[in-house]
């Protein structure tokens, strides 16, 4: 009887043993962030520095947000980490269903933006500093103990775009609120923050809705290019049908300048880089 109550105090204390190291080594991993895209996974990673781990989900530019379906795999990462950091207001809506962590919609959380809003927020010169300073917060709240590193790399990476912004006022200086047609509406907001005017919303719309742009649409906007309306045509490369291919033809023919600009980071760049290579197009333009 003795040896039995030996043996069951030496098991009791065998997996108080194991759950105190279990316990140790779930605190010392730090805060574990997963992230619909990559670039607010630079984000995240930015501001959490060492104390913890980001993941990305999509990091493949040939990869469509809208339509990505998230595998076994990707649901028991969100469920085993701490923040789900995605964009929100219908870009990555699948990453609702995911259950497990916190969420953090940059739309709604975030820059304060409600469904049928222009979802391509990562265009609008504030929402990466804004991210950053929410996340500051946010991790702190989670990790007092690095609160005031998780400031201090939020500053950090804030100051490391300032590049972009001497590069939107000195664009924001000659645009004279000047009309340019899109192929749809992904580049908006930095058209707007370089004071621009989008002459074909009817059309732009109606693509990112999926419908076909009406003729009178398609014969307005050839009318710009024609007459030299515009100061230039934005084209999302990723999703060029045989109408925009057509318009971007035209511009060719009728010398107006296309700026080309992608929905996803491109292979090898930071943000700072895709901005700027975007930017740097329409500050080129006004050169000429």
């Known amino acids: 009887m003795k040896k039995r109550n030996y043996l069951f105090l030496v098991l009791a204390l065998i997996l108080i043993l194991a759950g105190c190291s279990a316990t140790t080594v779930k605190k010392t991993k730090g805060i574990s962030v997963v992230a619909t895209t ?6 995240a990673k930015a501001v959490l520095g060492s104390n913890g781990s980001v993941t990305s989900i999509i990091n493949n530019p040939n990869i469509d947000p809208h339509d990505f379906e998230p595998t076994t795999k990707t649901a028991k990462t969100v469920a085993n980490s701490d923040i789900l950091l995605y964009n929100g207001i219908g870009y990555d809506s699948w990453a609702k269903k995911l259950s497990g962590a916190k969420k953090i919609a940059v739309g709604e959380d975030i820059m304060h933006k ?12 504030k ?71 989008i002459n074909n919303v009817h059309f732009s719309n109606s693509v990112e809705k999926g419908t076909d742009p009406s003729p009178s649409d398609i014969k307005n906007m050839q009318n710009d ?28 023919k009728y010398n107006v300048p296309v700026v080309n600009v ?21 500050l080129n333009i006004q050169k000429k």
């Open 114 to 125: 409600k469904d049928g809003d222009n979802e391509h927020l990562w265009y609008n010169n």
């Open 225 to 252: 290019i024609k007459k030299q309306k515009i100061a230039f045509f934005v084209q999302n490369t990723q999703a060029s049908d045989k109408v925009v291919k057509n318009l971007v033809a035209m511009c060719k």
């Open 262 to 282: 992608t929905e996803t980071l491109p292979t090898g760049k930071n943000y700072l880089q895709w901005m700027k290579e975007e930017y740097q197009q329409v």
């Open 38 to 43: 990559d670039f607010y996974g630079e984000v």
């Open 127 to 197: 929402t990466m500093s804004a991210t950053a300073k929410y996340l500051a917060v946010r991790f702190g709240k989670i990790d007092s103990k690095h609160k005031a590193e998780y400031q201090k790399n939020a500053k950090k990476y804030i100051s490391s775009l300032s590049e972009l912004t001497t590069l939107i006022k000195q664009i924001r200086k000659n645009s004279n609120n000047k009309l340019v047609d899109v192929s749809e509406p992904v580049f908006d907001y930095a058209l707007k923050d370089m004071g621009y005017k």
